[in-house]
């Protein structure tokens, strides 16, 4: 079964730091390139960040950009995003999702994980 | 950067219903617009790719149509698993992805 599964979220002070973490299974993983996107309580859908399937290519939202890290390990299969300098307005649910060509959009998401920022 | 528009923004339906929904790209997308479906407390899930093109499992009373700036989603005959939030997603600016702000579809 095709399935990726985040983990990491919790609960930081504002400025503070968090890194989420996705598994991926039942695909081979460095075949694809991955997102991380969120959404804010009762608010509608973000991306965050992309990464190229050998990560020689990434990008940023331009609201996170400076402060968060995606990365990957193939050998792993394994997708991760490094925040710091978190905000209150960083407080979303972070969702890992595969693909990311222009035509096929992003098929496979996992469920989520909650990150809240607060004091 | 290309913003995403959505019309309307909820809509009340009943089970049987035909609905459509809108969804207009601030320039010009050819045929990169996806389709996401997402219900409470749940991943979105892919509707519909590239405008029109079905997506593997999706029951076929979905289909999407348009280009360029202007596209629509059509539910020909809604079901009760069918209550939820709809989400335009422009991929033409890969990988700077862009959603739009989302139609609620509930139970009239």
């Known amino acids: 079964e095709v399935q990726l599964v985040e983990s990491g979220g919790g609960l930081v002070q504002p400025g503070g730091a968090l890194r989420l973490s996705c598994a991926a299974s039942?695909?081979?993983?460095?075949?694809?390139?991955m997102n991380w996107v969120r959404q804010a309580p009762g608010k509608g859908l973000e991306w965050v960040s992309y990464?190229?399937?050998?990560?020689?290519?990434?990008y940023y939202a331009d609201s996170v950009k400076g402060r968060f890290t995606i990365s990957r390990d193939n050998a792993k299969n394994s997708l991760y995003l490094q925040m710091n300098s978190l905000r209150d307005e960083d407080t979303a649910v972070y969702y890992c999702?595969?693909?990311?060509?222009?035509?096929?959009?992003?098929?496979?998401w996992g469920q989520g994980t909650t990150v809240t920022v607060s004091s | 950067d290309i913003q995403m528009t959505q019309s309307p923004s909820s809509l009340s339906a009943s089970v049987g219903d035909r609905v459509t929904i809108t969804c207009r790209a601030s320039?010009?997308?050819?045929?990169?617009l996806n389709w996401y479906q997402q219900k409470p407390g749940k991943a979105p899930k892919l509707l519909i790719y590239a405008a029109s093109s079905l997506q593997s499992g999706v029951p076929s009373r979905f289909s999407g149509s348009g280009s360029g700036t202007d596209f629509t989603l059509t539910i020909s005959s809604l079901q009760p698993e069918d209550f939820a939030t709809y989400y335009c997603q422009q991929s033409y600016s890969t990988p700077r992805f862009t959603f739009g702000p989302g139609t609620k579809v509930d139970i009239k």
């Open positions: 990464t190229s399937s050998s990560s020689g290519t990434i």
């Open positions: 320039q010009t997308i050819s045929s990169y």
């Open positions: 999702a595969r693909g990311g060509s222009a035509t096929y959009g992003m098929d496979v």
């Open positions: 039942g695909f081979t993983f460095s075949s694809y390139s």
